[in-house]
């Protein structure tokens, strides 16, 4: 009888999945910790688990383990090499959230345009006369860069395009039809489109160690423009946009993900109080989103033992490829 770890608490649609799948137990350990779930690995056929980490470490003590289900679509922080050496497929949830990120985007660039925190914390701080500051902007007619077109950079577009700006797009990975077929201008390289933009917002994964946006890209962009980050902490150098806020180079900032999370309080951006607005990746964590995304990640692990599991949701796609061809032979 297959035994699940749910490592995290998730929603209670997802876990309904696991309570009525015939053969099937569980424990759940609500804290999103690696100190709450690794004693239970052990004794776990299949890993369900949000945001902490699964390193070559507990992966060495799940000796039952056969899929680890993440709940969500990155996977920053789980050894793939060390699952595959074991023949263990790593599941993604697919598209369940796209909307909410893309939401919590354009709510990060309005606030920041209508400078909705500042103006709340002044009124608050008896400093009614800010007011006449007439410092917010309206975002029609003004220009979006977006970093990445995939599912979640296409809905931002549609959501943009709404308030009437002009967007464009950059995605090396797509052909030229996709970025006619959503209304959105093609940027070739990445520079062009940061030096005219009014506002960039990322929707790319981190590629390696280095930031995509460090001291030299913030200086290409335009006087006063706004940097909103959903996607990954460390695409952007943080020194470098504390930087760029406190000389007043950017107009705003809105990060949904940093570097270190939880947050270093000490931080030099954090101090940027009034251009900055920040959220505990949280962006696809809407009641909506979160009861999709438990249904998938629970799905994924009944699949899997009923030998229905979807292909393109495994990251590891080699080991589906050698587990099929395991199966055939005599």
Known sequence: MPHVLVAGKIHEAGMDVLRNAAGITFTLVPDVSVESYAPHIVNADALLIRTQPLTAKQIASAQQLKIVSRHGVGYDSVDVEALTERNIPLTIVGDVNSLSVAEHALSMLLALAKRVTWFDRSIREGRWNQRNTFSAVEIAHRTLF?????RIGREVARLAKSFRMQVMAYDPYLPDNVFAEHGVERVSEIDDGLKI????????????????????????????????????????????????LQSEHLGGAGLDV?????????????????????????????????????????????????GQLDSQLVVNQQVIALQDLMSQLP
Request: cysteine-free; hydrophobic content about 50%; overall charge negative.
């Open 197 to 244: 933009a009014d506002a960039v917002t990322v929707h790319l994964p981190l590629i390696g160690d280095k930031p995509l946006i460090g001291y030299r890209e913030l200086a290409l962009m335009k006087q006063g423009a706004f940097l909103i980050n959903t996607a990954r902490g460390g695409i952007v150098d943080e020194d470098a946009l504390a930087a760029a």
């Open 258 to 306: 940093l570097r270190d999370e939880p947050a270093d309080l000490s931080a030099a951006l954090l101090l940027q109080a009034d251009r900055l607005i920040l959220s505990p990746h949280t962006a696809g964590l809407t009641q909506e989103a979160a009861m999709r995304m438990s249904v998938a990640a629970a799905t994924n692990i009944v699949n899997y033992f009923n």
């Open 146 to 150: 977006i970093l990445g077109f995939g």
